[in-house]
C-alpha cells in the first residue's frame, strides 16, 4: 500500500530526528564525567631535587595521587649500573634523570604487575613488591616477574633544579621514544 | 479549533498565574532605587584642572597620603601588612596604584577632603559621638585646597592603568576586596590564597584572615558578606544601584558609598560574573542549538501525527 | 513446564521467553483509547516525560552532590554549576521540570475536574493521582532542601514548625522529624535520603498504581460518552478506522502525545536556558545562615495557594483551614453528588463552581506572595474564605444537578 509506506516514513524520520537528540543528550552526559578542571589542574607537581640529600635513601611524593618514588644514587650505584652487562642493567642508566651531574631514579611507585607499592630494602638495594614476589634492582628495573616491566616514570621536565611532573620534557620525551617508559 | 481554544483558555490562566505570583509580587516587594550613572550628583564638580606632578608632591609629602597607603607603581610599599593595618584602622587602606582608573575623578576630589562626607558615613562618625573616620580631612598644604586636591586627583590618574587595560580583578580588588572575600575566584579580604604545600602554611593564612576578619567586624559591626554567588542571588540591578549608593537599600548600612566610576562598576560587576555565573554565555550558546533542534522535533512529531491520524478521520 | 520449541529468529526466542508480542499487545498496540479527545489527554504522557528528565538530571546531580551542611551549598552553585561540564544544564532542567511538572500536574488536575473523570468507577484514578500529588509535593520540598541556601534553610525551619500543631505545641516531633533543635546536618541527610530515594519509590510505585487504576473504567472522552471498547476495538480492527470510536494507544495515541510533548519541550527549554528565575529563587543564592531570616521568605509559586490558606487565620484555625485544603480534594468522588461525568458546560452550577474554584486557587496564589497587609489580606482572607465555602456547597449544588 502506497499509503502505509510513507506513513512508516513518517514515523522512522521521527524515530531519526528523536535519536539525535539522544545522541546529543549522551554527549553532554559523557562530558559531566569527565574529571573536574579541578582534578585536571591539580596534576602537576613540582618537586626540588635538591631536597634529596641523602643518598641510597627512599623518599615518597604524591603526583595525581599516585607514590613517587625518589631516591638520589650513591657514586657506587652510578658505576655499578655503567660497568654492569647484565642484560637488565643495561636499560638502567637510561632510567635516570641527572641534574648538575647528580643521579636520581624518579618513578611512580606502582607494580607494574597489579599496581601494589613495592617495599625498597636499602641493604639488598633492590625492591620487593608484597603481593607476588615481584622484584625491581635499585634502579626500578624488573628483575624478577610477574611485573612485565620496571617502573614507569611520570612525564617530567627539568626546569633548573626542579622537576615539573606532569609536563613533558624533552627528557622525558625521549625516553618514551626509546621504549625506557611507557 | 476546539483545541485553539482550549489551548488559549489554558494560556491565559497559565500566564495569570505566573503574573500574579512571580511580576507582581516582585514589584510590590521590590525596594525601588534607580541608577545616575555613578555621576554622584551630590558632590561638587571639580572645576580646577590639576597637575599630576605637583600631585605628586603633595601625595608623598604634604598630604601625607603614603604614610598609611601604598602605592606600589611609585615604589611605596605597604607601611604595613594587611591584618596589622586592619588591627590599627578597622580596614587595611587601598593601595593608591589604581584607584585613579576605578574611582570616580569627583569622588575621589571629595573624599580627600571629607572621607565620612563622600563615602555617606557621617551617621557613623560625626562631631556628635565624638567618632571620626580613620582618614583624615585634608585641611590644604598651605595653598588653595582646591587646586592641591585636584593636582593630587591628577597624580593618582596619572599613575593609574590606563581605561583600556583597567581589568575586572584591579577593579574588584581595589574597590571591593578589603572587606568582601569571594571564596570561588580563591580571594579573600588579605589577598589571593596561594597554594600551600604544608598544611601549617594553610593554617598560618587562615589565622590572618581570620584576625583580619576581627578587625574588620570590629569596625562595620559584622562580617561583610561573601560576594561569590552575588550575581544571582542580587542580579545585575540591585549590585549596581547598591554600589552606587548602598543607602538606596539598606538605610544606616556600615557599607560606604564605594565611589566608583562608570567604567570601574562595570569592571567589578564583570567580576562578579566570572565569579557566580561563569557559564551564562556557554547557557545562550548551548541554548541556541537546543531549540533549533526543538523546534525540528516538533515538526517531525506533528507530521508524524498528521500521517497517523489521516485514516483515523 | 511451557513447551518450547527451538527458536526461529531472535524475536521468537524473546517471545516464547517473555511473550514479549502479547505484553506489546495488552500494554500497546491493542490498548484502547477514545478517539474524541484533545491535547489535555496529553498531560499525562507530558508528566511522564518531566519525570523522565527530573529522574535524569537527578542523577547527573547525584554523582557530584554532597549532603554536608558545610559542602552542600558549594557544591551545588561550585561544583556543579561552574566546575563540571553541563552540570548547569543538568541543575537548570531539574529546577525548571521541578517547578514546571507542578503547572502540569495542576492543568491536569482541572481536566479531570472539568469533564468529571473522577466518578462512575474511575474514583481510584482520581484517589491515586491525588496521592500522587502530595508525594511530588513531598518530593518538591525535601529537595528544595538540598541546595542549603537562605530559602532551603527557613523553608525547612518554617514548614517543620508546622508540626508542632500550633496550640498543642508538639515540640517532641518537630524535634524527632528534625534530628536536632535546629534543621542541621541530620535533617539535611535526612531529607536528602528521602529526596533520592524513598520518596522516589514511591512516586514510581504510585505512577504504576495510577496506571493500573485506568485499565479498567478507560479514560473518559470529551463527551463523557459511554464507549463498548470490544464493539469498537473489533470494528478498527476490521479496518473501519474512521467509524470506530477508539483508537490504538500505538501508534495513534503516541503519535498526538509525542506532537504535544515535542511541542511542550519547546516551551520547558525556553524556560531552562533564558527564564528560570521563578524555579531558581534568587534568595536561595545566598548560603543557609542561621541567624538571619531573609527579608521575603515565601513558598514555591506551586505551593503558595495552600499556604494562603494558613495565613490569613489565627494559629489554631489556620492550620486546621491548612489541613482542610490538603485533604478536602481526596474526597472529590465523594462530594460530587451527580452521576454526570462530562464537561462542566453542561452541568449548570457546576460549571460556576468549576471556575470559581479555579479562580479562586490562583487568587490565594497570588495573595499568598503579597505581604499579609492591607487590601492584599482582605483578599486572601476572602479568597480562603471562599475555598471552604465552595467545597461545603459542592454535595449541595450537585445533588439538585439534573441528568446531562
Known amino acids: 500500500m502506497k499509503n502505509s509506506s510513507r506513513r512508516g516514513f513518517m514515523g522512522k524520520a521521527f524515530g531519526a530526528v528523536a535519536a539525535v537528540g539522544a545522541v546529543g543528550s549522551l554527549y553532554a552526559m559523557k562530558k559531566s564525567w569527565d574529571p573536574l578542571p579541578s582534578v585536571k589542574a591539580a596534576g602537576f607537581t613540582t618537586i626540588d631535587l635538591s631536597d634529596y640529600k641523602i643518598a641510597n635513601k627512599m623518599y615518597v611524593e604524591g603526583w595525581r595521587g599516585k607514590p613517587i618514588f625518589v631516591m638520589k644514587f650513591t657514586p657506587e650505584m652510578i658505576k655499578k649500573m655503567e660497568a654492569s652487562d647484565n642484560k637488565y642493567k643495561k636499560n638502567d642508566i637510561a632510567r635516570n634523570i641527572v641534574v648538575d651531574g647528580e643521579h636520581f631514579m624518579v618513578c611512580i611507585g606502582l607494580c607494574t604487575h597489579l599496581g601494589c607499592i613495592p617495599a625498597y630494602r636499602p641493604d639488598k638495594e633492590n625492591f620487593l613488591c608484597a603481593c607476588h614476589g615481584g622484584m625491581y634492582d635499585f634502579a626500578g628495573m624488573v628483575t624478577k616477574s610477574p611485573p612485565p616491566r620496571g617502573f614507569d616514570i611520570p612525564p617530567f621536565k627539568v626546569v633548573g633544579k626542579t622537576l615539573v611532573l606532569g609536563e613533558e620534557g624533552p627528557e622525558y620525551k625521549k625516553m618514551l621514544a626509546t621504549g625506557v617508559t611507557l | ?313 | 513446564m511451557a513447551h518450547f520449541t527451538k527458536a526461529t529468529s531472535i524475536h521468537d526466542w524473546f517471545n516464547q521467553r517473555l511473550g514479549i508480542d502479547t505484553v506489546n499487545r495488552v500494554l500497546a498496540t491493542e490498548y484502547w483509547i477514545p478517539k474524541n479527545i484533545n491535547f489535555l489527554w496529553a498531560m499525562g504522557m507530558i508528566l511522564a516525560v518531566t519525570f523522565g528528565l527530573l529522574l535524569v538530571s537527578g542523577i547527573f546531580l547525584l554523582m557530584y552532590y554532597q549532603p554536608n551542611i558545610h559542602t552542600a551549598f558549594d557544591s551545588v552553585n561550585y561544583t556543579i554549576m561552574q566546575q563540571v561540564d553541563f552540570g548547569w544544564l543538568w541543575r537548570h532542567i531539574h529546577a525548571v521540570s521541578a517547578s514546571v511538572i507542578f503547572l502540569i500536574i495542576y492543568i491536569h488536575m482541572f481536566t479531570g475536574i472539568y469533564y468529571g473523570s473522577y466518578k462512575n468507577g474511575r474514583e481510584m484514578i482520581w484517589i491515586s493521582g491525588m496521592l500522587l500529588f502530595v508525594a511530588f509535593s513531598a518530593e518538591a520540598f525535601s529537595g528544595y532542601m538540598l541546595p542549603w541556601g537562605q530559602m532551603s534553610y527557613w523553608a525547612g525551619m518554617v514548614i517543620t514548625n508546622l508540626f508542632s500543631l500550633g496550640g498543642l505545641h508538639l515540640n517532641g516531633l518537630v524535634e524527632w522529624i528534625r534530628g536536632d533543635y535546629i534543621p542541621s546536618q541530620a535533617f539535611l541527610d535526612r531529607f536528602f535520603m528521602l529526596h533520592v530515594l524513598l520518596i522516589p519509590l514511591i512516586i514510581i510505585a504510585l505512577i504504576g498504581l495510577h496506571f493500573g487504576a485506568l485499565r479498567i473504567p478507560h479514560v473518559n472522552n470529551q463527551d463523557g460518552e459511554e464507549i463498548d471498547f470490544d464493539v469498537e476495538s473489533k470494528k478498527y480492527l476490521a479496518g473501519d478506522k474512521a467509524n470506530s470510536k477508539v483508537i490504538r494507544f500505538m501508534n495513534d495515541f503516541l503519535s498526538k502525545d509525542m506532537a504535544v510533548v515535542a511541542i511542550y519541550l519547546v516551551f520547558l527549554f525556553y524556560l531552562v536556558f533564558w527564564n528560570f528565575g521563578f524555579a531558581m529563587d534568587p534568595i536561595n543564592f545566598d548560603p543557609a545562615n542561621g541567624l538571619q531570616t531573609p527579608r521575603d521568605i515565601y513558598p514555591e509559586w506551586y505551593f503558595l495557594w495552600s499556604y494562603e490558606m494558613l495565613r490569613p487565620f489565627s494559629t489554631n484555625f489556620g492550620l486546621m483551614t491548612f489541613a482542610f485544603a490538603q485533604g478536602i480534594m481526596f474526597l472529590l468522588p465523594f462530594l460530587d453528588r451527580s452521576k454526570n461525568a462530562v464537561a462542566a458546560s453542561r452541568r449548570g452550577w457546576f460549571q460556576v463552581w468549576f471556575w470559581l474554584l479555579l479562580v479562586d486557587m490562583i487568587a490565594l496564589s497570588a495573595m499568598g506572595k503579597m505581604p499579609p497587609s492591607g487590601i492584599w489580606y482582605d483578599i486572601g482572607f476572602t479568597a480562603a474564605s471562599l475555598f471552604i465555602a465552595l467545597w461545603v456547597a459542592l454535595p449541595i449544588i450537585t445533588i439538585f444537578e439534573k441528568k446531562a
Open chain 2, 1 to 313: 479549533m476546539k483545541e485553539l481554544l482550549i489551548l488559549v483558555i489554558v494560556s491565559v490562566f497559565t500566564l495569570a498565574t505566573y503574573y500574579l505570583t512571580e511580576t507582581l509580587p516582585s514589584k510590590v516587594n521590590e525596594i525601588h532605587a534607580e541608577s545616575h550613572g555613578f555621576a554622584y550628583a551630590d558632590l561638587p564638580a571639580l572645576t580646577k584642572k590639576g597637575n599630576a606632578a605637583r600631585g605628586k608632591a603633595l601625595v608623598m609629602g604634604a598630604g601625607a597620603c603614603s604614610g598609611c597607603h601604598a602605592i606600589t607603581v611609585a615604589g611605596n610599599p605597604a607601611p604595613m601588612d594587611p591584618v596589622t593595618a586592619a588591627s590599627a584602622y578597622g580596614v587595611n587602606p587601598p593601595d593608591l596604584s589604581n584607584v585613579g582608573a576605578v574611582y570616580s575623578p569627583k569622588f575621589l576630589a571629595a573624599l580627600i577632603k571629607n572621607p565620612a562626607h563622600a563615602l555617606i558615613l557621617e551617621h557613623k562618625f560625626n562631631a556628635k559621638n565624638g567618632r571620626s573616620f580613620p582618614m583624615p580631612q585634608f585641611y590644604g598644604a598651605g595653598g588653595d585646597k582646591d587646586q592641591e586636591i585636584a593636582d593630587m586627583v591628577a597624580y593618582l590618574q596619572s599613575i593609574a592603568v590606563p581605561k583600556d587595560k583597567l581589568t575586572p580583578d584591579i577593579a574588584f580588588q581595589t574597590a571591593c576586596g578589603r572587606c568582601h572575600a569571594v571564596h570561588y575566584t580563591k580571594w579573600t579580604q588579605i589577598g589571593q590564597t596561594p597554594k600551600f604545600k604544608k598544611e601549617q602554611a594553610k593554617l598560618e593564612f587562615r589565622t590572618k584572615e581570620l584576625n583580619y576578619q576581627d578587625s574588620l567586624i570590629a569596625y562595620l559591626g559584622k562580617l561583610p558578606p561573601d560576594l561569590s554567588m552575588y550575581i544571582r542571588s542580587r542580579g545585575e540591578e540591585y549590585i549596581n544601584n547598591f554600589m552606587e549608593d548602598p543607602q538606596n537599600y539598606i538605610k544606616g548600612t556600615a557599607m560606604p558609598r564605594v565611589g566608583v566610576s562608570k567604567e570601574g562598576a562595570e569592571k567589578v560587576m564583570d567580576y562578579l560574573k566570572k565569579a557566580g555565573d561563569p557559564k551564562a554565555a556557554e547557557r545562550t550558546s548551548v541554548g541556541k542549538d537546543v531549540m533549533i533542534f526543538l523546534v525540528i522535533f516538533a515538526i517531525f512529531a506533528i507530521l508524524w501525527k498528521k500521517e497517523v491520524w489521516k485514516d483515523l478521520h
